[in-house]
């Protein structure tokens, strides 16, 4: 079946270090009251939440700093907690959010960056957090009471008197007995003990996994336009079933339900038993698929059948009870990388990489933040002259051309902007750069939007006009970062050596890897408008190899746009005999020239093909192209 990839496991685990800090699992029932408190005490391992005693971890002081087990603020005042890229927690009460990062001393309170004296971090297996930061997310009171006894309380919203449990089973998250995706447009009821788990910044994605480590459930909304029934729905389940390997135990459909959908029991090759299902509403595929690790048969699956039929490809904006895991606001959403302090809004419909600073959206536009250190006297105007340099040595002058610049202000620092458009024969493609100097730090942003696509200026002034960097928090976390300037690197390589083959090479340094272990027999680099391709065939002859070259390159159609054979040469490279073939053709409207190099060498077969555009092949590009070739040479410690 088509799942998110996590490590289940792992989840389950953290999801219990997170929730289920306090030992006995009973339910247990408060007498109504419009205050919620907890009593805790430093070195006891006895908690009160709401009137009845349970058992916790020890709380303990910290550089002045009470640590008490994260659970039991779920326990008292049923505040949110959702655990996101493994290491970061979000604590979350009505309005309120607070982030903090395991091991991390810095943390945000509704927005506002906050130094912890003592950070999160694990204790005996459970995650232990500052008291007086998270009862300050909540709004809660620290207050003393008798014989050492803390007591930290809040007021209950006069619709939400009674601990979390009294509701009816409910865990509410102040009110909220739902939960869903308005931007999906999806609902489900919100069992008690529910946690929201990472979906890897995909807003389509949704994973939670049970408080008492019962069940791991998965959501997943797709775009397709044309709507299945019941039929094929379970067809397609049971397909996708059979194609992992997996054995189907249990089919069903449901045509007559409310909303139409098919649903399969399936034993994974763990022996791990999954209810899969499928609904299809408004335009979209929804898959929901539920695992519980003490199913031993189909039918143990019937217990979850509540749950799963509270679905819904459908949410109501103005029901309260939901609980929005949408962060979609105006079409857009926020992203956030707290190791570099920068925070934007991209497009909802975009990817999502945080952690490089990447986003793109669906038809190739995409934008790609990138810091560095700045080299020693580097202004904004030598930062740009630095960028029209590279520009003319990887463009062609009628492939490429400056339209403009202009300044903005971000984040109280002004930046440059710079637009550009570059044409590699296939339409001009628009380029946005933006260039911000602060603290020896270079803050470089590159928006482009393929041809076709001019109107994703609007989306790019977005951003732009959302882009907020915290310069402190870069200076706390990096000291001296590697420097990104074209004009140091430019001549600059870095040699690689393959000890299987018994070759080397010199990589140019602007050169980004695309497969890089040159143990295995297929390496690759690529530049701009370009690629350097190396290949290793033990099992084939040299002649072999070439004749093969020949024939996929005969263009026996006599495509206009070929490819075209231009020249078959026998030479020298590497002191080896070679056959150098050079074939020109277009593709996707974009004309390209290839050389590719074959030789031979102790029963190997060795062929190095060179990439290189029309727009790119300028005088600066060949050369580097030609310096790298020149650079490979036998070690003579080929296995």
């Known amino acids: ?84 890229q493994d290491d970061i927690v979000r604590v979350m009460y009505g309005t309120h959010t607070g982030t903090m990062r395991i091991g991390s001393a810095t943390a945000w309170k509704d927005g506002v960056k906050v130094k912890l004296v003592s950070p999160p971090r694990m204790v005996a297996g459970v995650l232990m957090v500052p008291l007086r930061f998270v009862a300050g997310v909540i709004g809660a009171g620290i207050s003393s009471g008798n014989n050492g006894d803390i007591l930290v309380s809040l007021t209950a919203p006069q619709d939400e008197k009674g601990s979390p449990e009294d509701r009816g089973g409910i865990d509410s998250d102040v009110g909220k007995t739902k939960i869903g995706n308005s931007y999906y447009q999806w609902s489900m009821n919100y069992p008690s003990g529910l946690m929201v788990g990472d979906n890897g910044g995909e807003e389509s994605v949704a994973t939670f996994m049970s408080a008492e480590n019962l069940y791991y459930l998965e959501i997943h909304a797709t775009i397709q336009e044309v709507q299945p029934d019941a039929d094929e729905m379970l067809d397609q389940l049971v397909r996708s079933a ?18 139409p959908y098919a649903r399969v029991v399936s034993k994974d090759s763990s022996g791990a038993l999954w209810e899969g299902r ?29 749950l799963l039929n509270s679905f819904q490809p459908s949410f109501n904006d103005k029901d309260q009870t939901i609980r929005d895991l ?44 990138k810091v560095s250190s700045a080299p020693a006297g580097s202004s904004l105007a030598s930062w740009g002259e630095e960028l029209k340099t590279r520009a003319e040595d990887s463009f062609v002058p009628d492939a490429y051309s400056v339209k403009g610049s202009s300044f903005k202000t971000i984040s109280g620092v002004q930046a440059q902007i710079n637009e550009v458009q570059y044409n590699y024969g296939n339409g001009w493609t628009t380029e946005y750069q933006l260039l911000l100097l602060k603290n020896g730090y270079r803050f470089y942003g590159q928006f482009v939007a393929p041809p ?36 140091s690197l430019k001549h600059k390589a870095v040699t690689k050596i393959s000890k299987t083959f018994g070759y080397v090479i010199d990589i140019p340094l602007l050169w980004m890897p695309y497969q890089d272990i040159f143990e295995l027999r297929n390496i690759e680099y690529r530049f701009t408008g370009g690629r350097l391709q190396i290949n290793l065939s033990p099992e084939d002859s040299m002649e072999y190899t070439v004749n093969q070259l020949k024939r996929y390159y005969g263009n026996k159609n006599n495509d206009p746009k070929g490819p075209v054979i231009e020249s078959v040469e026998e030479t020298t490279f590497a ?26 060498k102790e029963d190997k077969v060795y062929t190095l093909t060179v990439t290189l555009n029309d727009a790119n092949a300028t005088a600066e590009q060949q050369r580097m192209v030609e310096q790298t070739l020149k650079s490979f040479r036998f070690t003579g410690n080929g296995s």
């Open 326 to 369: 949408s962060t979609v606001k105006n079409g857009f959403r926020a992203a956030y990388n707290d190791d570099y302090g920068i925070s934007l809004q991209v497009p909802a419909d975009w990817s999502k990489d945080d952690q490089h600073l990447y986003y793109e959206s669906k038809k190739g536009s995409y934008l790609r933040l």
């Open 242 to 259: 059979e194609d992992g390997g997996e054995t189907v135990l249990d089919r069903e459909i449901f045509p007559q339900a409310k909303v």
């Open 1 to 84: 079946m088509r799942r998110v990839t996590i490590i289940r496991g792992l989840y389950a685990m953290l999801a219990l270090l997170l929730l289920m800090t306090f030992l006995p699992a009973q339910m247990v029932h408060a007498a109504e009251k419009s205050r919620l408190d907890l009593i805790l005490k430093v070195g006891s391992t006895t908690a009160s939440v709401n009137g009845k005693k349970i058992t916790i971890v020890k709380p303990f002081v910290e550089k002045g700093a009470v640590m008490v087990p994260l659970g039991v603020f779920k326990k008292t005042f049923g505040s949110t907690v959702s655990l996101e």
């Open 278 to 306: 499928q609904y299809y509403g408004d335009g979209r595929l929804y898959e929901l698929y539920l695992t519980d690790d003490n199913a031993v048969n189909y039918k143990d699956f019937a217990k979850y059948a509540g």
């Open 452 to 487: 076709g696509q001019e109107e994703e200026k609007v989306n790019f002034n977005a951003m732009l006009s959302s882009l907020d960097i915290d310069f402190e928090t870069i200076k706390e976390n990096f000291g001296r970062l590697a420097e990104d300037s074209y004009v």
């Open 575 to 600: 002191d080896q005999p070679a056959t150098v073939i050079t074939v020109h053709q277009t593709k996707g409207g974009i004309p390209y020239r290839i050389k590719a190099i074959v030789l031979s």
